[in-house]
């Protein structure tokens, strides 16, 4: 594959594998106590994308350091949420993400935990 690094300002990466092109734009969420990893999106980016593949790394503190997972979801999974109205239409598209008992909620009431390192989903 051959990586293009910020070719768009909305995008963090872009590829091109087998004559499929892609993009990927990475989200950092970081963990506060008793609140959800939260990250955006901007509707005018989204609005106007190809397939682009959205990485929220979520940060987590441990004993020893940060511990990284990654709910990587693709914007046709972005555009299904929004048409179910489980992501809000605007010009900030939220993904707030909680974890109960072992499993990642998107918006406290769809379970996303299929998404958690998914990086076979991006090949």
Same mark, same amino acid.
């Given at each position: 594959?051959?990586?293009?690094?910020?070719?768009?300002?909305?995008?963090?990466?872009?590829? *091109?594998?087998?004559?499929?092109? &892609?993009? #990927?734009? !990475?989200?950092? $969420?970081?963990?506060?106590?008793?609140?959800?990893?939260?990250?955006?999106?901007?509707?005018?980016?989204? *609005?106007?994308?190809?397939?682009? &593949?959205? #990485?929220? !790394?979520?940060? $987590?503190?441990?004993?020893?350091?940060?511990?990284?997972?990654?709910?990587?979801?693709?914007?046709?999974?972005?555009?299904?949420?929004?048409?179910?109205? #489980?992501?809000?239409?605007?010009?900030?598209?939220?993904?707030?993400?909680?974890?109960?008992?072992?499993?990642?909620?998107?918006?406290?009431?769809?379970?996303?935990?299929?998404?958690?390192?998914?990086?076979?989903?991006?090949?």
């Amino acid at each position: 594959p051959r990586w293009i690094h910020k070719m768009n300002p909305s995008r963090d990466l872009c590829n *091109r594998a087998e004559e499929k092109y &892609f993009h #990927i734009q !990475v989200k950092t $969420a970081n963990f506060f106590a008793d609140k959800p990893f939260q990250a955006t999106i901007s509707e005018n980016a989204f *609005r106007h994308s190809t397939t682009v &593949f959205y #990485i929220v !790394v979520l940060r $987590a503190p441990t004993p020893i350091g940060f511990v990284n997972k990654y709910a990587i979801f693709p914007s046709s999974d972005i555009r299904r949420l929004i048409t179910q109205g #489980i992501l809000k239409d605007a010009k900030t598209i939220s993904l707030r993400i909680s974890i109960e008992n072992q499993k990642y909620y998107l918006n406290g009431s769809v379970d996303v935990s299929h998404h958690i390192n998914d990086w076979e989903s991006i090949c």
